[in-house]
């Protein structure tokens, strides 16, 4: 048992840690929300009780053992620091430590001994690569990565609430034959598709896609590994969904690889095409796991394999992933 | 000018050719307009007239020098048999005659000397295939292409004038919290991703699929080709985009294929990363071009490129693309 800190309790991420950490009887005795001090006084529910939100500050981080980030990484570059000086782990789900050397960046499915080295901050990875990591991993162990290419269909929570709202009313509006200026995205979003999320940063990629070549290459612990990331926004309210192709240093078999995969931690298998099925965001919202189909030889290589893969990302992608790394914190006593 | 019969007067795509002879000033001193028996009477539009719908059987073909198909592949198999026994030059748009020897399979930018060869039957190809074949036709020219993998956001046009009209209605459904049963797609296709489009036919790919890999290689006369499709619906009404990764046999750098996509017939280049430009499928519907943006280099490779298109798939994918063709018969009086 650990007495934990929510920073971001009334955002996306944090109000479903609240809710998988009631689904999970997750370990802890006393939970701190906190939130903006614009938002101090509202009161969010938790196993049966009102807790009252608290505005951050570094006060309340003396009174935590473990304190969960979810509120963006200008909140966790600036609060993370003092969470630290009060011994508080800080669990983040930002951008903000990830590449730090000094920071494991944590699956637990892929790489969950790392946490022990951790020097008081762990960080959570990235939404598409946490997905990506959990499906290619297992392939990893049984054949050898070579080359992973990947395109992303990415829903709007990964852009939280606002997203969620702004598909919701645009997608009325557009019904309705109304003009609308998009606010969240850059154009609009419904029945639309947009190939840029997060910032331009190096030879015209994004920063979402480069993270899934930087975080898969620390995660897997293979600094060489070779990625090609493509990411796209799509109007789907929740689960991102990836077009995955591998090159395999080893040959593996569409049978071994549908094998490999329904014994993998965190991955249920679903195909079958000729019964129809295969993973879609509609049916892998609101689950821990993620779903991999369309399994089957990359017909343009030798050791090829081509498959698909839909998963909650505000679960598995963000809040499910931050409160399994802080169930092996408190389960092995490293706070 | 030539006497055309249109068969499948009333579709998705027969409306939109219509509308493009218009605004091509398409060579034609007699149009035909055809359909099923049960829409027979029916008026449709054209250059100030209204023209009544006939229901398509042998003796019109009498008529007519040359029979564009855009009814389905039944149709195709059953009427256009009997349009050649009046030597009239069927334009097929379905996926009937497509990948028999003695059909030309036709997209001209790419391969429009092939159409001198016809026998009768000229083949519009699949229309994720026409918009991919546009795009990576130009890099084949400049540096050789080795191998192609494609990722495709397929829009529910693809389904015809029921797939929109069944996104429409669904997504209003959805958002005012009722439960509908989907009809065209086999899944609901409102705020959701269905991997699957047309059945599964070898190693668990879809002929949707194998039809980039059979088409593309007939188009650019390049049977050996490796091509790895995945070819995904998503809910945008119009325009099909894909994610495109290329390996090239000569080294091609990011700025060379940006000018050779520029000099490209077919193709506008919408890639300006700093000021947010690149194609999407609200902003490519209603043109005949092929956009293709986000060009940079495929980093998980020494001589690949990676790259993203857009392109209204009604009118590139098939309308104008039928229309183009038969304008060269016409011009080069092939009929």
């Known amino acids: 048992m650990a007495k934990l800190a929510l920073v971001g309790a009334t955002g996306a991420v944090g109000q479903e840690m609240l809710k998988i950490m009631e689904e999970r009887q997750f370990p802890v005795d006393e939970l701190i929300c906190l939130a903006d001090p614009k938002e101090a006084g509202t009161r969010v529910k938790f196993r049966g009780e009102d807790l009252v939100v608290q505005a951050a500050d570094e006060a309340v981080f003396k009174k935590a053992d473990i304190a969960m980030f979810a509120a963006g990484t200008e909140v966790s570059k600036m609060l993370a620091p003092l969470a630290r000086q009060h011994d508080c782990v800080v669990i983040d789900n930002s951008y903000a430590f990830r590449l730090q050397d000094d920071v494991p960046l944590v699956v637990p499915e892929v790489n969950a001994d790392d946490i022990a080295q951790h020097k008081g901050i762990i ?69 639309n598709l947009i190939p840029h999320i997060d910032v331009f940063v190096e030879e015209d990629y994004t920063r979402e896609e ?59 298998v679903q195909d079958d095409p000729a019964n129809k099925k295969y993973p879609m965001p509609l049916y892998s919202s609101n689950r821990d796991e993620v779903y991999v189909g369309r399994i089957r030889k990359d017909i343009s290589t030798e050791q090829g394999l081509a498959f698909w893969i839909s998963a909650d990302q505000i679960r598995k992608g963000a809040a499910t992933n931050s409160l399994q790394i802080a169930e092996v914190v408190i389960e092995k006593n490293l706070y």
């Open 123 to 191: 960080a959570n990875p990235n939404c598409s690569t946490i997905l990506l990591v959990v499906a290619i991993n297992p392939i990893h162990q049984a054949a050898g990565l070579k080359r992973v290419i990947v395109s992303t269909y990415q829903a709007v929570s990964g852009a939280g609430k606002a997203g969620i709202y702004e598909l919701e009313a645009h997608s009325q509006a557009a019904l309705d034959g109304k003009e609308v200026q998009p606010e969240v995205f850059d154009y609009p979003i419904a029945f």
């Open 210 to 268: 480069m993270k899934m070549v930087w975080e898969t290459r620390k995660i897997m612990h293979l600094p060489e590994l070779k990625v090609a990331p493509t990411a796209v926004r799509v109007p789907v309210f929740r689960s991102h969904s990836e077009s995955i192709n591998l090159e395999t240093q080893r040959p593996i078999s569409v049978e071994e690889a549908r094998q490999v995969f329904s014994q993998a931690p965190g991955i249920i």
